[in-house]
């Protein structure tokens, strides 16, 4: 059965044009091309970057966060209750005013309790500051050097398909691999391999499925190209995308560090590179070569369709950060003075639930009467900032 699969799989119809097959990869003459067994270095590879996060996050990480003034953010801890806790945990995180007024009945607790202990037990699961300043640090300092490396490879091959990219396919699939696209390929794909595997431990923003859809497709892509020796359009592709990721960082962790002007700057730097390599530069050249020029050449197959599938998929990813991106740019209007990020749950506050009560029950803020007979004058003592 594994035999027939695996037979199946590796079917030459399915990954290169008619006439072309594994036997073209041969290498010979000296000359060395990509093979599929090449790509178990990529999981030690992906080890060592996991360990290297573990150690920088823990010691250079909290040194320069406590440089930079960052801080642990002291929490309210709510009041242990297994009824409301088993709620939390197995139902829903917030409640609705029916389910509100149920769970007042069963634990003797006021309404007003019951939304301040939601509130206070949703902000103990958000991640704290430090977390996510260590966080973008370190993907800071990874993406830099991944994005260094890469322009390295440009500078260095100085090849002709980097400036005419039909010449990408010229004499494919025999195209001659390079150590340095040999470890830049190896790198980047450990490097993806382990964003993948960490997505458990890591901060979960609002697009964290789009994130592990982009990092999946990611993965394929670099996998596939390298089996069936796509190796040049890989590298343009790694290429356009490691331009602008250490910038994002970058501003992130100017923000959780309270540097406004610096945090804005960088954000206006990253937006138009990004603007630039993923809406201009990716569809109009990169994914047009790759879909119209190669069917001038040879006929379609399925590996061409999987590979340019792929390509759109990451292309659809683009223009939904695009318009998130947009949301933040507007916060440079006057009278916005720092960029937050759209993904991000914010911290919730008293006076943020006491509105949302309020709205439960359809009672005015201004002039009508809150739970348990206090005024509005009076709420104000009970409020606090977590």
Same mark, same amino acid.
Request: hydrophobic share 45%; charged share 20%; with cysteine.
């Given at each position: 059965?594994?035999?027939?699969?695996?037979?199946?799989?590796?079917?030459?119809?399915?990954?290169?044009?008619?006439?072309?097959?594994?036997?073209?990869?041969?290498?010979?003459?000296? !000359?060395?091309? $990509?093979?599929?067994?090449?790509?178990?270095?990529?999981?030690?590879?992906?080890?060592?970057?996991?360990?290297?996060?573990?150690?920088?996050?823990?010691?250079? $990480?909290?040194?320069?966060?406590?440089?930079?003034?960052?801080?642990?953010?002291?929490?309210?801890?709510?009041?242990?209750?297994?009824?409301?806790?088993?709620?939390?945990?197995?139902?829903?995180?917030?409640?609705?005013?029916?389910?509100?007024?149920?769970?007042?009945?069963?634990?003797?607790?006021?309404?007003?309790?019951?939304?301040?202990?939601?509130?206070?037990?949703?902000?103990?699961?958000?991640?704290?500051?430090?977390?996510?300043?260590?966080?973008?640090?370190?993907?800071?300092?990874?993406?830099?050097?991944?994005?260094?490396?890469?322009?390295?490879?440009?500078?260095? !091959?100085?090849?002709?398909?980097?400036?005419?990219?039909?010449?990408?396919?010229?004499?494919?699939?025999?195209?001659?691999?390079?150590?340095?696209?040999?470890?830049?390929?190896?790198?980047?794909?450990?490097?993806?391999?382990?964003?993948?595997?960490?997505?458990?431990?890591?901060?979960?923003?609002?697009?964290? +499925?789009?994130?592990?859809?982009?990092?999946?497709?990611?993965?394929?892509?670099?996998?596939?190209?390298?089996?069936?020796?796509?190796?040049?359009?890989?590298?343009?592709?790694?290429?356009?995308?490691?331009? $602008?990721?250490?910038?994002?960082?970058? $501003?992130?962790?100017?923000?959780?560090?309270?540097?406004?002007?610096?945090?804005?700057?960088?954000?206006?730097?990253?937006?138009?590179?990004?603007?630039?390599?993923?809406?201009?530069?990716?569809?109009?050249?990169?994914?047009?070569?790759?879909?119209?020029?190669?069917?001038?050449?040879?006929?379609?197959?399925?590996?061409?369709?999987?590979?340019?599938?792929?390509?759109?998929?990451?292309?659809?990813?683009?223009?939904?950060?695009?318009?998130?991106?947009?949301?933040?740019?507007?916060?440079?209007?006057?009278?916005?003075?720092?960029?937050?990020?759209?993904?991000?749950?914010?911290?919730?506050?008293?006076?943020?639930?006491?509105?949302?009560?309020?709205?439960?029950?359809?009672?005015?803020? +201004?002039?009508?009467?809150?739970?348990?007979?206090?005024?509005?004058?009076?709420?104000?003592?009970?409020? +606090?900032?977590?």
């Amino acid at each position: 059965m594994l035999s027939r699969l695996s037979e199946w799989f590796w079917n030459e119809r399915l990954w290169f044009p008619e006439g072309l097959g594994w036997a073209n990869l041969e290498g010979s003459d000296g !000359l060395t091309y $990509a093979k599929a067994a090449d790509l178990w270095v990529t999981l030690p590879i992906a080890l060592v970057f996991l360990i290297i996060r573990q150690i920088f996050e823990r010691t250079v $990480a909290i040194q320069m966060a406590a440089a930079l003034g960052v801080k642990e953010k002291v929490r309210v801890r709510v009041e242990h209750n297994p009824m409301l806790e088993s709620f939390f945990r197995i139902s829903n995180k917030t409640p609705k005013q029916c389910e509100i007024e149920s769970l007042g009945k069963k634990t003797g607790y006021s309404e007003r309790q019951i939304h301040r202990w939601f509130r206070q037990r949703r902000n103990q699961e958000r991640p704290n500051k430090l977390k996510k300043f260590k966080e973008a640090r370190y993907r800071t300092i990874q993406c830099f050097c991944l994005g260094s490396y890469s322009l390295n490879i440009v500078f260095v !091959l100085q090849k002709p398909w980097l400036y005419k990219m039909e010449e990408m396919w010229t004499g494919f699939p025999m195209l001659t691999l390079l150590p340095s696209q040999f470890w830049y390929y190896m790198i980047e794909l450990g490097f993806y391999m382990s964003l993948l595997f960490s997505v458990a431990s890591d901060i979960k923003r609002k697009d964290f +499925k789009e994130q592990i859809v982009h990092h999946v497709a990611t993965i394929l892509l670099i996998s596939f190209s390298w089996c069936v020796n796509y190796i040049r359009a890989g590298t343009l592709i790694m290429l356009v995308h490691d331009a $602008a990721d250490y910038l994002l960082e970058s $501003a992130k962790m100017f923000n959780y560090a309270g540097w406004r002007k610096a945090c804005n700057y960088i954000f206006i730097l990253f937006a138009v590179v990004f603007m630039i390599t993923r809406l201009v530069i990716f569809p109009f050249w990169i994914l047009h070569c790759t879909w119209v020029y190669p069917v001038t050449v040879y006929p379609p197959f399925f590996g061409y369709y999987f590979f340019n599938g792929l390509l759109f998929v990451l292309q659809c990813l683009h223009i939904f950060w695009a318009v998130l991106i947009l949301r933040m740019a507007v916060k440079f209007l006057p009278g916005n003075n720092i960029v937050e990020d759209e993904r991000s749950d914010r911290e919730e506050t008293d006076s943020e639930d006491d509105v949302k009560e309020q709205e439960d029950r359809k009672v005015p803020m +201004k002039n009508g009467p809150v739970q348990n007979g206090h005024s509005p004058l009076n709420n104000n003592h009970h409020r +606090k900032t977590e």
